[in-house]
Each structure stands twice: as structure tokens, then as C-alpha cells.
Antibody, heavy 123, light 104 residues
Framework: QVQLQESGPGLVKPSETLSLTCSVS????????WIWIRQPPGRGLEWIGY???????SYKPSLKSRVTISLDTSKKQFSLKLRSVTAADTAVYFC?????????????????WGKGTTVTVSS | SSELTQDPTVSVALGQTVRITCQGD??????ASWYQQKPGQAPTLVLY???NRPPGIPDRFSGSSSGNTASLTITGAQAEDEADYYC???????FGSGTKVTVL
């Protein structure tokens, strides 16, 4: 059974860099999308971006200038760096495994989620 | 436009049927996937692709799609189905704003 576990500081100062790591256990890194999603307090889910097992990346346009997602296949970990954070980046951050299929329509779905880690941006 | 529209809240009597809808142009090309989130928990996948349920998801959850609208139906809603439900589309990058389902 695949499990994901987020780790990283729970408190980050404004203007600094938020860094989180997700450890993958019980399954392969190959042929999956490795995704970061966040949820500000009391609000909905916000997609941040993904890295595919091949190394290709995609980021939310409004965050693209501040975000880097990387993958370490040897450690079975993927990471999120979000630079120049503000209070608006305070959220629960989830790491997620994604999949894709095609049968005439495209199907992308996220079947394994970490429990989430709370990151607060405050001085 | 690249957005998914969901009703903010719906309610259903215990044991009755409720349908949650998700509208967006992307649904003409991409299937929706649906996620259930209970307070303080991570979301869980309940439906994806052409009406596929992951292991462990009860068959009272079903899906359909027509044009630019995808639907999640709960047939015989249970108290434990009370949660927020989010639809998702494109390459996972697009979320609806969520529907809070209350079971009366």
C-alpha cells in the first residue's frame, strides 16, 4: 500500500522560502505524477503543481515564478520550494500521487494523499 | 473558461439520493474526478474516469457526465457521507470550489 508523508518546518518567516519534502513508501515512483496541493484555512483545494516521474513539471501560472518541484528517485522523495512567502501562503500542504488514462477522454486522478502538513507564514 | 462551478451547499435526508454537479468547459475533453474531504482530514478519491470507484468506495457513489457537466450521485446517503466534495479536471490542475453535503 502506497503511503505519502510530508515533512518540513511548520513556521516560515515572510519573504523566506518554504521547503517541504514528501517521502513515498510502498510503491514505485515510475509512471506517476507527484503533486503538491494546498488548502488555506477554511478554504478550498488549490493545485500548486506536479512533477512527472520523467522529470517534466507543470506549475500553477500564478505561482510559477516562486515555485520549484523536484524529484529524487533514489530516495523516493519529491520536494516543494516556494520562495518569497507571505501570509497568503499559510495553508495545509498535501503531497499527492496522480495518474492518467485515456479512453477517448482524458482522465487524471489523484489516488494517494499524504495527511497534510500545516505551514504558517509569520514573523 | 478554465474553471469548474459547484453549488456551495446541498442537503439530503438520510437514506435519500443527492446529486452534486460540476460544470466547466474542460469536462468536454477531460473526465472529472471527485474527492471527499471530512473535517481535519486529507481528501480521498471517490470517483474517477468513466464512473470508476477506487477500492473501498461504496457503490452508492456513482458518476455521470454530459456535455460540460459532471455529476456525483450518492444513492441512499449515510451519515458518514456528510463532507465537502470537490471535483477536479484537466491534468489535475483545476478544482471546483467544493460542495458541502449535509445529511439530515
Amino acid at each position: 500500500q502506497v503511503q505519502l508523508q510530508e515533512s518540513g518546518p511548520g513556521l516560515v518567516k515572510p519573504s523566506e522560502t518554504l521547503s517541504l519534502t514528501c517521502s513515498v513508501s510502498g510503491g514505485s515512483i515510475s509512471n506517476h505524477y507527484w503533486i503538491w496541493i494546498r488548502q488555506p484555512p477554511g478554504r478550498g483545494l488549490e493545485w500548486i503543481g506536479y512533477i512527472y516521474s520523467s522529470g517534466s513539471t507543470s506549475y500553477k501560472p500564478s505561482l510559477k515564478s516562486r515555485v520549484t518541484i523536484s524529484l529524487d528517485t533514489s530516495k523516493k522523495q519529491f520536494s516543494l520550494k516556494l520562495r518569497s512567502v507571505t501570509a497568503a501562503d499559510t495553508a495545509v500542504y498535501f503531497c499527492v500521487r496522480g495518474n492518467s488514462e485515456y479512453d477517448g477522454l482524458y482522465s487524471y486522478y489523484m489516488d494517494v494523499w499524504g495527511k497534510g502538513t500545516t505551514v504558517t507564514v509569520s514573523s | 473558461s478554465s474553471e469548474l462551478t459547484q453549488d456551495p451547499t446541498v442537503s439530503v435526508a438520510l437514506g435519500q439520493t443527492v446529486r452534486i454537479t460540476c460544470q466547466g468547459d474542460s469536462l468536454r475533453t477531460y473526465y472529472a474526478s471527485w474527492y471527499q474531504q471530512k473535517p481535519g482530514q486529507a481528501p480521498t478519491l471517490v470517483l474517477y474516469g468513466n464512473n470508476n470507484r477506487p477500492p473501498g468506495i461504496p457503490d452508492r457513489f456513482s458518476g455521470s457526465s454530459s456535455g460540460n457537466t459532471a455529476s456525483l450521485t450518492i444513492t441512499g446517503a449515510q451519515a458518514e457521507d456528510e463532507a465537502d466534495y470537490y471535483c477536479n479536471s484537466l491534468d489535475s490542475s483545476l478544482f471546483g470550489s467544493g460542495t458541502k453535503v449535509t445529511v439530515l
